[in-house]
């Protein structure tokens, strides 16, 4: 049986990233609202506070080290399966990538260690600051590999020669077309999904009647974030897509199931896009719906899929579909958020079970939205590797084999198989225990207690001098 090294290479790379994404998306969101909860502790010295970081803190260590994991087969995966693409970017895409260990790795791992064992042994200010630049740490590394990223869907300040490309405006390359809208789309996407997350367990500790006033405060504060900001990511989201289509109109038709150039486009609701007959089927749809959104005006003109040849339109059932799971999630997110808020004028917001209840479901539609995002994302920009310079096939490792790929990515199945299993089991029984502890004993004897540098060597040295 012959297996195409292409197809396999594709669904292994779709894989390793589908699974690495939910776990940076949530750390990025979960570290910020650490940092937020260290701050509000560090000045009220209410132990509430405290509490909740603590519980967080903990979650927060198993995901980022099942998603530290789970990153690493990525860059690897350039060398095995894409060696023709690892060695023709290899001029931006390396310092890329260098940026983003020196500049924030290197930032994380620090501080990460203060933040999960330096608690009692350093100044508060100290251990503050370390959550912060855990959380600045996050949306340094999400840059530079969004950077990159971006670069890929809008190519800028390189250029070819022969089968290398050079860098031509740093800046230019970098800040490319795409990336302050994929940037802030993702920003906001992390903190939603590390808000409904909380949410979410803050609401099931609730309706088990455990540490009410901690998760009170938890679940009050995150549905005033949830509130404000699942509306601007409705807004994010709509910048995006305009900017897509200047760019990338071939992947916005193939989002719209559009076939041809035309104005009047409907909004579907519901179709069955067939490449084969380049239509679809069992269409249900808004009137100019498209046209509206897209050109804000009822005959506007959006470009059609017919526009290029079909071997090189993206997969138009796939992109149409994730494309509808994602808006359709953030519709609900938007909905959920407005009730809480409704509740919550009424006076019924903890009292509400089938709220409480939602929002315990709500705290996985972030990941699926994510991962329907980034499918959009990708297979929209397919057949390109890099958006109108070369194509996926081009990309590919020329002595790669069917066979081989496949064993890979049997092997990445069970390896993460194996390291979700672990981290689930961890974070699960992280929730198990909750927030209950039993505090410490104070202690008053002042040599126990971390000081300032200059003072812990002033003791002893006044002693000696008497």
Request: glycine share 8%.
């Amino acid at each position: 049986m012959e297996l195409d090294p292409l197809v396999l290479s594709r669904l292994q790379f779709a894989f390793v990233v589908s699974f690495h994404a939910i776990f940076p998306v949530f750390t990025i969101g979960l570290a910020s609202y650490i940092a937020v909860l260290e701050g509000i502790a560090f000045k009220t010295q209410n132990p509430v506070w405290t509490r909740l970081s603590q519980f967080w803190i903990k979650v927060f260590a198993v995901v980022f080290g099942m998603g530290v994991v789970s990153g690493i087969v990525m860059a690897f995966q350039f060398g095995t399966n894409w060696s023709n693409f690892a060695y023709a970017s290899a001029n931006f895409l390396g310092p890329i990538l260098s940026y983003e260990v020196v500049t924030a790795f290197f930032l994380e791992a620090a501080f990460l260690g203060v933040l999960l064992f330096g608690r009692d042994k350093v100044p508060p200010g100290i251990y503050l600051m370390s959550a912060i630049l855990v959380a600045v740490g996050t949306f340094i590394s999400s840059f530079w590999i969004l950077a990159a990223n971006s670069w890929m869907h809008t190519p800028a300040g390189v250029e070819f020669r022969g089968e290398l490309l050079y860098v031509t405006s740093w800046f230019d390359a970098i800040f490319n077309e795409s990336l302050p809208y994929r940037f802030a789309h993702m920003a906001l996407a992390s903190f939603l999904t590390g808000g409904f997350v909380v949410a979410g367990v803050s609401a099931w500790y609730l309706m088990n009647n455990r540490e009410v006033e901690a998760n009170r405060k938890a679940l009050s504060m995150t549905l005033w974030l949830l509130l404000f900001l699942t509306p601007l990511q409705a807004w994010i989201g709509d910048l995006h897509g305009l900017n897509t289509l200047e760019h990338q109109p071939t992947k916005v038709a193939a989002m719209e199931g559009n076939w041809e150039t035309q104005g009047n486009v409907p909004l579907l609701l519901f179709a069955w896009p067939d490449k084969e007959t380049q239509s679809n089927h069992f269409e249900i749809g808004i009137p100019n719906g498209a046209s509206w959104i897209l050109k804000h005006s009822a005959d506007g003109v959006i470009p059609g899929l017919k526009e290029v040849e079909p071997d090189m339109q993206p997969p138009v059932w796939g992109v149409f579909w994730s494309f509808r799971v994602m808006v359709g999630i953030g519709l609900l997110m938007i909905a959920v958020a407005f009730a809480g808020f409704v509740l919550r004028l009424r006076g019924q917001l903890w009292n509400k079970h089938w709220y409480l209840k939602t929002l315990q479901f709500m705290s996985i539609t972030p990941f699926i939205a994510v991962l329907a995002g980034w499918f959009t994302t990708e297979m929209g920009r397919a057949p390109w590797l890099i958006y109108g310079e070369m194509t996926l096939e081009q990309g590919l490792t020329p002595s790669l084999t069917g066979w081989m790929a496949l064993t890979t990515l049997i092997g990445y199945i069970i390896v993460y198989a194996l390291v979700f299993t672990g981290g689930l089991y961890y974070v699960m029984r992280i929730l198990r225990d909750g927030l209950e502890y039993k505090p410490h004993e104070a202690d008053d004897d002042p040599s126990h207690r971390a000081k300032r540098p200059m003072s812990a060597v002033d003791v002893p040295f006044e002693e000696g001098a008497q």
